[in-house]
């Protein structure tokens, strides 16, 4: 088991940017795959983006495509996740998750951090 710690969230104004951090105590293994997923008061935990922690592909939520880059320090087993343009419905509790297989449903991913608030106002 991983333990993951989240930070960097915070609140902004529509347009704005945020780069949130997951810091992995431990070296991920080569298959791990590592996501970011959020929920929203009222909501499900919803994906919105994933990496294979030792390469491959990256993939987006399509409601943030192009505004979000998810990325991975690997010496330092760090997570990123480069939010700009934010808008209001980016509003949520932001957590980082490691699994072992690419997937958007939030069930497959056994390890969690505490998650981070992220506000955008209009």
């Known amino acids: 088991q991983v333990q993951l710690q989240e930070s960097g969230g915070g609140s902004v104004q529509a347009g704005g940017s945020l780069r949130l951090s997951c810091t992995a105590s431990?070296?991920?293994?080569?298959?791990?795959?590592y996501a970011w997923l959020r929920q929203a008061p009222g909501k499900e935990r919803e994906f919105v983006a994933l990496?294979?922690?030792?390469?491959?592909?990256?993939f987006y939520a399509d409601s943030v495509k192009g505004r979000f880059t998810i990325s991975r320090d690997n010496p330092s087993n760090i997570l990123y996740l480069q939010m700009d343009d934010l808008k209001p419905e980016d509003t949520a509790v932001y957590y980082c998750a490691v699994g072992t297989q690419y997937d958007r449903d939030h069930r497959a991913y056994d390890d969690w951090g505490q998650g981070t608030q992220v506000t955008v106002a209009s």
């Open positions: 431990a070296r991920p293994y080569s298959r791990s795959v």
């Open positions: 990496v294979r922690w030792h390469g491959g592909s990256a």
